[in-house]
């Protein structure tokens, strides 16, 4: 009855583990059939481990189109909301990976919106006074003769630089003494 459950299996290592010894051995034909289930699972598993490794390289090459559709859709949100400029859209894009949200939600966002409208600004404040040249203004006032009138003093070269201006100042100075009266009733 033993003889019936008993089979000789020959395991033969072929050269790969340790040497080329061939043995044989005497399993029941339950622990045999056992075995030969626990090989079987084993190589199902041995082969869904290499399966998702091919997977992984098709899903790399996918990855590359789905990053530049992904920053397609970004760039239509971008200038649909009319932010173009380059720094906009990197506080765009800065604001979405820190807040982790997608670009569509932080352009809807109120403090994102704050946000670049202050960048914006300072933006254009920068622009529009780059181009400022010159030193201190200078009053106009002070080239009137009434003001030099008024002050009872005639101006310097320093004062008033324009040799013409301060002429006339003198001059209108000289006719104000001349027309002016000494007492009220005159």
Do not use: C
């Not at 920053?71 to 820190?98: F, N, W």
């Not at 670009?103 to 780059?130: C, H, M, P, W, Y």
């Not at 003769?145 to 008024?150: F, G, H, I, K, L």
Request: proline residues 4%; charged residues 35%; glycine residues 6%.
């Amino acid at each position: 009855m033993d003889n019936e459950n008993i089979e000789n299996v020959d395991s033969t290592n072929n050269g790969t583990e340790g040497g080329a010894e061939n043995e044989t051995i005497a399993v029941a034909k339950p622990e045999y059939d056992k075995l030969q289930n626990e090989l079987g699972s084993l190589k199902r598993q041995l082969k869904d481990l290499k399966k998702p490794k091919e997977e992984s390289k098709e899903t790399v090459q996918t990855k590359p189109d789905e990053s530049k559709l992904i920053e397609r859709i970004e760039k239509v949100s971008l200038r649909q909301a009319g932010i173009d400029h380059p720094d906009d859209i990197e506080l765009a894009r800065q604001t979405a990976k820190k807040w982790n949200m997608e670009i569509e939600d932080v352009l809807l966002d109120d403090d994102f919106k704050v946000k670049l409208e202050r960048q914006q600004t300072g933006r254009a404040n920068t622009i529009a006074t780059s181009g400022v040249k010159g030193g201190a203004g200078q009053s106009q006032a002070k080239n009137t003769p009434e003001y030099w009138v008024a002050k009872g003093t005639p101006p310097s070269a320093t004062d008033v630089p324009d040799r013409k201006t301060r002429a006339k100042i003198v001059r209108a100075m000289m006719t104000a003494t001349n027309t002016s009266k000494t007492f009220y009733n005159d």
